[in-house]
Structures are given as structure tokens and as C-alpha cells.
């Protein structure tokens, strides 16, 4: 991912940060702190960082003036912020709401600057997509979805929920003020994956860790010394449509009996493990509905009609394609008349009936070497774990293009990461 401009001027937030990366052992992200706008632009411009770290409540830095440069110039679109902020001095919701056109990933008050910082830049790494998705949104689609495979991290929750409800914002669909309510909620609900579907932890087992002085996060460390346990993912996917938006939380867990936890809810009963999530959720949201085992719950938010929006840039009417294992998204020889935009799923990639890949929502798009080509295509592609796809016409991304010439940029990274993929794949193979 190359190098992370921080902005900022202030020693301590850099001493802070540098310190977490090498506690983490993190020596993949080079870190440049710069503080002058005209070495910032620069470097934005030139250098092209996929990450900057904005410190917002920076005495020296003026965080508006260099927002206000990045509205004007798509050209500065390419990356995702991490915006830090001193809690003493402003409110959270209020940057959000004078940052919400700009592609802020991630808000961290400094006191999280240790435990979130590093943890923050992994997600984003490892969901290359994140970046991108709200530019591609925009201006491709009029619905849009996401999703993620969380790993029984506790602390990692509250990072990967707070990306989908900051969307939200953006967006315009959910008021400011309002943000943490839903993400509290949303992490409430994954957290009930980790702690109870994955670990199993009780409510005797976790009162008798926390009497002892340890947390959860230490109960779930040593659950996950368990290699059955360790690997269990929980899936968050995220569909934002037309007044609302749909969030679906599913863990490989045995499920538990949602009637007997909604009694003990009604009852405000002490022993309700999996309460607190479902309380804040019927609170802030429209719908809450669990599955028949008990290990997925949909939550139906309904966008706040209050906020006001702009007008969408993009194209409305691009067709969304539901697809289950073993479908074909498309065949080797075809003619490429369409870019598939990967919302979730797992694709697999053959080449002569040999597979050579496979396609994920980091990707981002497959099919487009055929597509831009204006060629056939060079591969068969098969569904291996459910998914959505949105088929994006020649028509639309030509006319998009035209109109946002900076994507060219974000292309040419897509292609280059597929590049050096196949190149890493190819030596391993040879070797």
C-alpha cells in the first residue's frame, strides 16, 4: 500500500502513533508526517497515498483549508482519511457532519490512538475496496452494499462497524449525532457473535474473568487458543437502498434461542447475554429479525428523512445480480460487455478448467480486462460463497469516465495490484 501521510504537526500524536506500529510489529506502512499545505498537496497530488491520517484538532494545521482543497479537485479522491481529534475540544458528530463529503474511514479521539490505530490501517489494507467504494457509489451505482469477515478481534469490532454506519453519513441517511447510536448497536450485535456463537462464554464464566481483574478481551484471547474457535469469522454484510438500509450479522456459531433471551429482555433480566445488542438495535432501528438457529440477525434501519442530501452524481438502474454457489457469472469466450462491481461473495477464476484465482470485494470489479479490452473474455468465473454483483453497462462507465477522469488513476492500481497478485502466484508456482 506504499507509504501514509500523516498531517499533522503535533510530536506527541506522532511519538503516539509510531510507538503503536512497533508495538504491533507493523513495518509495512511507512509513515511521512508533514505539516506544510504545500507539502501536503504535493505529496497528494504526486505521491498518491491511499491513507492519510488527518489530525483535525491540530493547532498548526488547518484541516478546512486542506478539505476544501480536496473538494475542488477529483483528483484528490484516491484516498481514505483517518481523521484524529482531541474529545476535549471537539465533538465527534460535529466533524463528521463538516467532513461527510470526504472519504473519512475511520474518527479516532487521541485516547483510542493506541489501541485502534494500527488495527485501523490493517482493515483498510486488507479492504483495499474501502477507498474506492464511496467515489464508485456515487457515481456508478444508486443502491450500494459491503461486507466484511471479521475475525474474533474485540477490539477490531467497533473500526469495521463504525466504516458501514460512517458511510451512512456521508451519505447523507443518517444524522451525525446519531452515528453512535447505531454503531454501538451494530458492535453490540457482532460482539454476541464473537463472545457467545464463536467462544461460548457464559455469563458465570465471563463474571468470574472480570472479578479476577481480566477483561473479555483476555477471555476470548484464550478461548481462540483453540484452533477450531480462532478461525471462526463473523460476516457483516451491509445493503444500502432506496429509505433504508440492511444490515446482516451471521457467525459460524450453534445459534441459541432468541424467544428465551426476548423474554429475558422484557424482564430486564441480569442473565440476557445477548440483550444489550438487540435492546439498542429495536431502539434505533426499524426491524430486527434473527434466523431459525439463531446465528444470523437482520437489522433494518430506516434512513433519517431529515438530513439534507445532494443530488446523486451517478447512474440509477444498474442491475444488482444475486448469485449462490456454483452459478456462472460468466464464461471463458464470451464477449466482456459488462464490469461486474463485487459487493460480497467469493468468486473462483478458471482458466481451461483449471483454477487460476479467485475474485473477492477487495477486488473490487472482475471482468474488466475483457471489458476494456472490447475483447472476449479470458476466463470462466464460478460462484463460491453467496454473493451480489452489480453489472455496470459499457454505456454507464464511459459516460462515468468522461465525467471523472481520476479514475484513470484508481484503473491503473487496480491493474497493478492484479499484476503483482498473478506475478506472486506465477514464482510461487515455479518455485
Not at 484528490?76 to 483517518?82: A, D, K, Q, T
Not at 474506492?132 to 469477515?149: A, E, P
Not at 484452533?227 to 463473523?234: F, H, L, Q, S, T
Amino acid at each position: 500500500m506504499g507509504f501514509i501521510i500523516l498531517v499533522n504537526s503535533d510530536q506527541g500524536i506522532k511519538r503516539k502513533i509510531e510507538t503503536s506500529f512497533k508495538k504491533e510489529r507493523c513495518y509495512d506502512f511507512p509513515i511521512v508526517m508533514m505539516a506544510s499545505e504545500r507539502r501536503i498537496f504535493e505529496s497528494l497530488n504526486f505521491d498518491l497515498p491511499e491513507i492519510v491520517i488527518l489530525n483535525c484538532t491540530d493547532p498548526r494545521v488547518s484541516y478546512k483549508s486542506i478539505a476544501d482543497q480536496v473538494r475542488k479537485d477529483s483528483w484528490l479522491h484516491s484516498f481514505g482519511i483517518i481523521g484524529l481529534y482531541d474529545g476535549e475540544q471537539r465533538k465527534e458528530q460535529e466533524l463528521m457532519e463538516e467532513l461527510k463529503d470526504l472519504n473519512v474511514l475511520v474518527m479516532l479521539d487521541y485516547s483510542r490512538i493506541a489501541s485502534h490505530i494500527v488495527k485501523s490501517v490493517n482493515i483498510i489494507a486488507k479492504n483495499w475496496q474501502l477507498i474506492y467504494q464511496k467515489d464508485i457509489s456515487s457515481h456508478f451505482l444508486q443502491q450500494s452494499s459491503g461486507s466484511f469477515s471479521i475475525g474474533n478481534d474485540i477490539l477490531s469490532v467497533s473500526i469495521y462497524a463504525g466504516i458501514a454506519v460512517t458511510n451512512l453519513v456521508q451519505r447523507g441517511f443518517l444524522a451525525p449525532e446519531n452515528k453512535m447510536h447505531l454503531q454501538l448497536a451494530l458492535s453490540e450485535l457482532i460482539f454476541n457473535g464473537i463472545e457467545h456463537g464463536h467462544c461460548g462464554i457464559t455469563f458465570d464464566e465471563k463474571s468470574r474473568y472480570l472479578n479476577n481483574g481480566k477483561s473479555v478481551i483476555d477471555l476470548v484471547i484464550d478461548k481462540c487458543k483453540d484452533p477450531d474457535i480462532a478461525r471462526k469469522r463473523v460476516h457483516f454484510e451491509w445493503d444500502i437502498e432506496p429509505g433504508r438500509s440492511v444490515f446482516v450479522i451471521r457467525d459460524e456459531g450453534e445459534g441459541f434461542d432468541v424467544s428465551s433471551v426476548r423474554k429475558k429482555v422484557d424482564t430486564n433480566d441480569p442473565l440476557s447475554q445477548h440483550g444489550r445488542g438487540i435492546l439498542m438495535a429495536e431502539n434505533i432501528c426499524e426491524s430486527i429479525t434473527y434466523n431459525d438457529k439463531g446465528n444470523e440477525v437482520k437489522v433494518v434501519f430506516k434512513h433519517d428523512q431529515s438530513v439534507a442530501k445532494e443530488a446523486p452524481l451517478g447512474f440509477a438502474g444498474e442491475e444488482p445480480l444475486y448469485t449462490k454457489a456454483g452459478d456462472i457469472i460468466f464464461k471463458e469466450g464470451e464477449k466482456g460487455n459488462f464490469l461486474y462491481y463485487i459487493a460480497s461473495g467469493v468468486y473462483s477464476v478458471y482458466h481451461k478448467g483449471r483454477v487460476v484465482g479467485s475474485a473477492t470485494p477487495a477486488d473490487l470489479f472482475m471482468g474488466e480486462m475483457a471489458f476494456l479490452l472490447n475483447n472476449r473474455r479470458s476466463a470462466t468465473v464460478k460462484t463460491v460463497e453467496p454473493g451480489k454483483l452489480i453489472k455496470i453497462s459499457r454505456k454507464t462507465f464511459v459516460q462515468v469516465m468522461k465525467k471523472f477522469p481520476h479514475y484513470g488513476i484508481f484503473l491503473s492500481k487496480l491493474l497493478a495490484r492484479k499484476i503483482v497478485r498473478a506475478n506472486e502466484q506465477h514464482s510461487s508456482l515455479i518455485e
